[in-house]
């Protein structure tokens, strides 16, 4: 199954920038994306890339973060500009298979990595 490892999380200003990134031991088969979770919420769809490169971003981070993919480096970022205090979460990385692959794979998640908006 694939392994998720994210990296880029930290401390950053409110209206900088930061960028995360997540290494996958493998990508061509999956749809990619980047979710956070807040202190006392749930966890929230933040962006997502398919395997077609088509991406949809959560209303919220429209306009600032953008999903990119390498497939020759099997990685996924998120680049985050005119970042706000309310971006403070933990961010995780998620590959869900496309169709034709799930009898064989599974959803699989990142570890996690935190992002602190202050100033």
């Known amino acids: 199954q694939v392994t998720l490892v994210e990296s880029g999380g930290g401390l950053v200003q409110p209206g900088g920038s930061l960028r995360l990134s997540c290494a996958a031991s493998?990508?061509?088969?999956?749809?990619m994306a980047w979710y956070r979770q807040a202190p006392g919420n749930q966890r929230e769809l933040v962006a997502r890339i398919t395997t077609t490169e088509s991406t949809y971003y959560a209303d919220s981070v429209k306009g600032r973060f953008t999903i990119s993919i390498d497939y020759a480096k099997n990685s996924v970022y998120l680049q985050m500009n005119s970042v706000r205090p309310e971006d403070t979460a933990v961010y995780f990385c998620?590959?869900?298979?496309?169709?034709?692959?799930?009898?064989?794979?599974?959803?699989?998640w990142g570890q996690g990595i935190q992002v602190t908006v202050s100033a």
């Open positions: 998620k590959a869900t298979p496309q169709s034709a692959w799930r009898a064989v794979r599974r959803d699989a």
């Open positions: 493998e990508i061509n088969i999956y749809d």
